[in-house]
């Protein structure tokens, strides 16, 4: 019998830029590594209603052959995946763990009262911030454990920080791209400071993959070339693309916002974040101390913190090394402790 059992969306032989999928195989890598490749079964989820047909069989493997399951579904997946390997476990008696990704389940399980009680039955469930661990407590959920969210991303050392820049001071979002992501607020607030001061002082760019075409279209017709959209970055190229820019704006109001992974993007390239106060940003951004926060909505506050930057700069600046120590919180080998110490 093999420790670990993973069953989850890794869409193997597939380019994927999706967060479901690079966490989930970021897992598995790591727990190859610390038990062993021959100790941790991997069972893709990836097929969508080809996979449904299969999945008795997959669930009834994976809980026989294994001491610990664990589950890191897709958002539809966990309605299918919860009951298969819940039924087995009846006769088996395996310890069960979920890995979530996100920050929608507090709100899922208010909705959903038989799955809720299935999921008080496992050993641990996983989440990404302390929040989510609250809100979960609150619908009687005493099995929640926090496991904050993690990249495998080299972090910039002190030694490679650029010098102090001179204006245009260079800001990006660095996100999916959606306007509940707050990408049309960055946008104002960086051509409204610019119209104030009668010149260019911030430029921004645009990152990540554009998940709502006709409204991103919108938004940039006309834009001054002083905002651009500069396409998706490869996942091992990130803070080679970031390191350069003066910081990351991060107005977002998604709903599913949980350990936005953009924010370990930013930390580990050394960039200060000026983010929305929205769901747990303000537990990963230290105010004045590894970025900004205003409330979210408020372009008019998003607007005045860049005409304070403007007007001092260093201010943000000097938040690059504090940025440095708070990235190598969320390296993957540091992070999968917590899980390696619930397992059997």
């Known amino acids: 019998m093999i420790q670990a059992g993973i069953i989850g969306h890794f869409a193997f032989g597939k380019e994927s830029c999706s967060g479901q999928v690079i966490k989930t195989r970021i897992v598995a890598q790591e727990l190859q590594r610390e038990l062993t490749e021959d100790q941790v079964a991997c069972y893709d989820t990836h097929g969508g209603w080809r996979f449904l047909l299969r999945l008795p069989v997959v669930a009834w493997r994976a809980v026989r052959s294994s001491r610990n399951v664990i589950m890191m579904p897709a958002y539809s997946g966990i309605h299918f995946i919860t009951p298969a390997i819940s039924l087995f476990n009846l006769l088996l008696h395996r310890r069960l763990h979920y890995i979530v990704i996100g920050g929608w389940l507090p709100d899922y399980m208010k909705r959903f009262t038989l799955l809720r009680a299935m999921l008080k039955r496992f050993s641990n469930i996983y989440v990404e911030t302390t929040a989510m661990k609250e809100a979960l407590q609150r619908c009687g959920m005493n099995n929640v454990v926090v496991m904050p969210n993690f990249k495998p991303l080299s972090i910039v050392s002190e030694e490679q920080l650029p010098p102090m820049p001179h204006p245009p001071y260079r800001l990006c979002t660095f996100s999916r791209v959606m306007k509940e992501k707050g990408i049309e607020d960055a946008v104002n607030a ?40 500069c396409g998706t970055v490869p996942f091992d190229k990130t803070t080679d693309t970031l390191k350069d820019y003066f910081a990351l704006l991060f107005p977002t109001y998604y709903k599913g916002e949980a350990f936005a992974g953009t924010l370990i993007d930013a930390m580990a390239s050394a960039l200060p974040v000026i983010a929305s106060d929205w769901h747990a940003n303000p537990e990963i951004v230290d105010d004045r101390h590894t970025g900004l926060l205003f409330p979210t909505h408020s372009v008019e506050k998003l607007t005045e913190i860049l005409n304070e930057i403007a007007a001092n700069p260093e201010r943000l600046y000097d938040m690059r090394s504090n940025c440095i120590r708070k990235a190598r919180l969320f390296q993957p080998q540091e992070v999968i402790q917590t899980l390696l110490s619930n397992l059997d």
């Not at 010149?199 to 709502?212: E, H, I, N, R, S």
């Open 190 to 229: 960086v051509k409204t400071c610019n119209e104030r001061h009668g010149a260019t002082v911030f430029t921004l760019d645009v990152y990540g993959q554009v998940q709502q075409p006709e409204w991103f279209e919108r938004l940039m017709n006309g834009q001054p070339d002083s905002i651009r959209y």
